[in-house]
């Protein structure tokens, strides 16, 4: 009998431990959507896939985690540029080819989607993402997507993240993503994105930061803009927006850089924006005109302030020796004229940052 007993509590236990395993093993689903996600790309080189074995899909599966309450699949993080030590054995980069599968759309608890500098993967952003009501962050730099950005975006009330830089994505900003109010950065660079920023942009109130540039945006700068209290970096550059800057942008409390050079603004450079709290302020290339306000103060600070490429004309502001420190001033390729200010921080800039104007003297140019 003793024996018997103890084979029954073994037998007890052994059941036990396997049905803690099914338990805590990833939803038979959640394994079926990744295997089929695999089975839609290529990864020649690191075998990062190699991983990707046995019923756990929540354990030990490269670039896997999986809610450790509901045990469903959280989160993807695949980056094909990496610190991890597969990288550091290759001693390369990742190169992945293939599409990003739609059975992605069917990890229900997914918060997280991370498929990075793949440089090689193609096709469209899986349209279906928008239904995954739990999805946080989207980053899918650095591949060779095309297709527009799913019309719907702004069903996903919980994307903090979205980024689609670096590769070929088409078509408009859809209107739906002004929607995204918990989104805090946006990045869309380096990508064939046309037509203009949707008017009511400024309907995100946790965007600190708006990367677009090198697309072929067009139209104007939306004046809503300036109400994103927490935007602190704004990046336009590289686009065909036209018209004139709106003042108001020089009126937001936290922005600290804005790029909106090689474009096709006019007009003249708003004061507000040389007295505001911008520190990295880039006007170049574009058709501005008038004269540059005469407006510095002892808190302008620029660590970068760039002016050249347009057609300003009139002196240097004899003000800008107020301001408290500019590192970098680039005020070439105008039409100004007159005297160039004494001491800082003209004591320190080169002839270059002031070539190609009309009548600029002074040092670092010849003597007037």
């Known amino acids: 009998m003793a024996s018997l007993s103890y084979h029954h509590i073994l037998f007890l236990l052994l059941f036990i431990a396997v049905c803690f395993s099914v338990v805590h093993a990833c939803?038979?689903?959640?394994?079926?959507?990744?295997?089929?996600?695999?089975?839609?790309?290529?990864?020649?080189?690191?075998?990062?896939?190699?991983?990707?074995?046995?019923?756990?899909?929540?354990?030990?599966?490269?670039?896997?985690?999986?809610?450790?309450?509901?045990?469903?699949?959280?989160?993807?993080?695949?980056?094909?540029?990496?610190e991890d030590p597969i990288f550091e054995r290759a001693h390369k980069t990742g190169y992945m080819t293939g599409y990003i599968s739609p059975?992605?759309?069917?990890?229900?608890?997914?918060?997280?989607?991370?498929?990075?500098?793949?440089?090689?993967?193609?096709?469209?952003?899986?349209?279906?993402?928008?239904?995954?009501?739990?999805?946080?962050?989207?980053?899918?730099?650095?591949?060779?997507?095309?297709?527009?950005?799913?019309?719907?975006?702004?069903?996903?009330?919980?994307?903090?993240?979205?980024?689609?830089?670096?590769?070929?994505?088409?078509?408009?900003?859809p209107e739906s993503l002004t929607n995204l109010s918990s989104l805090m950065h946006l990045d869309l660079r380096n990508n064939r994105i046309s037509g203009p920023i949707p008017g009511d942009i400024g309907r995100l109130p946790m965007l600190s930061r708006a990367l677009l540039s090198r697309n072929q945006i067009s139209g104007t700068i939306p004046e809503s803009i300036s109400k994103i209290y927490r935007l602190a970096d704004l990046d336009l550059s590289m686009n065909q927006i036209a018209g004139q800057i709106p003042a108001s942008l020089g009126k937001m409390a936290v922005l600290a850089t804005l790029n909106?050079?090689?474009?096709?603004?006019?007009?003249?450079?708003p004061a507000s924006l040389l007295?505001?709290?911008?520190?990295?302020?880039?006007?170049?290339?574009?058709?501005?005109?008038?004269?540059?306000?005469?407006?510095?103060?002892?808190?302008?600070?620029?660590?970068?302030?760039?002016?050249?490429?347009?057609?300003?004309?009139?002196?240097?502001?004899?003000?800008?020796?107020?301001?408290?420190?500019?590192?970098?001033?680039?005020?070439?390729?105008?039409h100004l004229c007159g005297r160039i200010p004494a001491g800082s921080p003209f004591d320190h800039l080169e002839a270059s940052q002031f070539a190609y104007n009309d009548c600029l003297c002074g040092k670092p140019l010849k003597a007037c």
Request: aromatic share 8%; proline share 5%.
């Open 27 to 82: 939803h038979p689903s959640d394994r079926a959507a990744l295997l089929a996600f695999k089975a839609a790309l290529k990864e020649p080189y690191l075998g990062i896939f190699n991983t990707w074995t046995g019923n756990d899909c929540c354990h030990n599966w490269y670039g896997v985690s999986c809610d450790a309450e509901s045990h469903r699949v959280a989160d993807i993080n695949l980056r094909g540029e990496s």
């Open 103 to 173: 059975a992605i759309c069917k990890l229900k608890r997914l918060s997280s989607l991370t498929i990075a500098d793949w440089k090689g993967i193609n096709g469209e952003i899986p349209r279906c993402v928008t239904s995954l009501p739990f999805l946080r962050i989207i980053d899918l730099i650095g591949n060779k997507l095309s297709g527009q950005i799913p019309a719907d975006i702004g069903r996903l009330h919980r994307l903090t993240v979205f980024n689609i830089a670096d590769n070929y994505i088409t078509g408009r900003i």
């Open 260 to 269: 909106l050079d090689f474009n096709k603004l006019s007009g003249a450079i």
């Open 275 to 334: 007295t505001s709290a911008i520190s990295n302020l880039n006007l170049s290339k574009n058709s501005l005109e008038g004269r540059i306000p005469d407006v510095f103060v002892p808190r302008s600070y620029f660590t970068a302030l760039d002016l050249s490429f347009n057609n300003l004309r009139g002196p240097i502001p004899k003000s800008v020796s107020q301001a408290s420190y500019i590192g970098h001033l680039d005020l070439s390729h105008n």
